[in-house]
């Protein structure tokens, strides 16, 4: 399987909101079951607490986040062993499956700990781009199987959470930017990640934190 940052296009970052919800001049996705492109920017959830999954964002301490992924991808695993024809199942035509954003956490964490990797080995580095539209699809999010999901989201989780909880003093103040001008801290970055996951959760639960 490839790694997120080999799937580089526009510079869509790992967003929180349902596919399905596109900002205004998405065009509409080309078949019924396509899903709509997600292209808004998201690091509004830095100033403000999220209206839709309750997550106060800007109320969370960097050092808390580790912590908060191990617990996000305990609440995945749980939600991966259900019935595998549900989690196939979309909901609505042209938003994603539990599956799929099962899938697309999973690969958040692969990018994120990427990203926190290059911030803490490098000075200012320049985030290649992701677009997690086409890797749902080139990755054939649909038609991966649950249970290794499960088994590659709950490495991926444990990996960033020990990098995460690694981090310490001026570290937190290290820097890196998205091609789009978006300029992160280390503090910054965990909590903007981990609104992710917890949003994801909640599209599929229904459950605000």
């Not at 979309?90 to 954003?101: F, I, K, Q, T």
């Not at 038609?143 to 690694?166: D, I, M, N, S, Y």
Request: net charge negative; charged share 25%; aromatic share 8%.
């Amino acid at each position: 399987m490839s790694t997120p940052d080999q799937h580089l296009a526009n510079p869509v970052d790992a967003s929180t909101s349902a596919p399905g919800t596109p900002a205004p001049g998405t065009p509409a996705p080309s078949a019924p079951d396509a899903i709509v492109p997600d292209a808004k920017d998201w690091t509004w959830v830095l100033e403000r607490a999220c209206p839709d999954c309750g997550l106060d964002t800007p109320a969370v301490a960097p050092t808390e986040v580790a912590a908060m992924v191990r617990a996000n991808a305990e609440a995945w695993l749980a939600v991966l062993a259900g019935d595998e024809d549900g989690l196939r199942r979309r909901p609505a035509p042209g938003v994603w499956s539990d599956l799929e954003y099962a899938c697309h956490v999973r690969d958040v964490f692969r990018l994120f700990l990427v990203r926190l990797d290059l911030m803490l080995d490098q000075d200012g580095p320049l985030f290649p781009n992701w677009d997690q539209d086409e890797t749902a699809v080139a990755e054939r999010y649909r038609e991966q199987r649950p249970q290794v999901v499960a088994g590659e989201l709950a490495e991926a989780a444990a990996a960033l959470a020990a990098a995460f909880g690694a981090v310490s003093g001026e570290q937190w103040e290290r820097t890196g930017s998205r091609s789009d001008g978006a300029r992160f801290t280390v503090g910054s970055f965990a909590r903007y990640l981990i609104h992710d996951p917890v949003h994801h959760l909640f599209d599929v639960t229904g459950e605000r934190v």
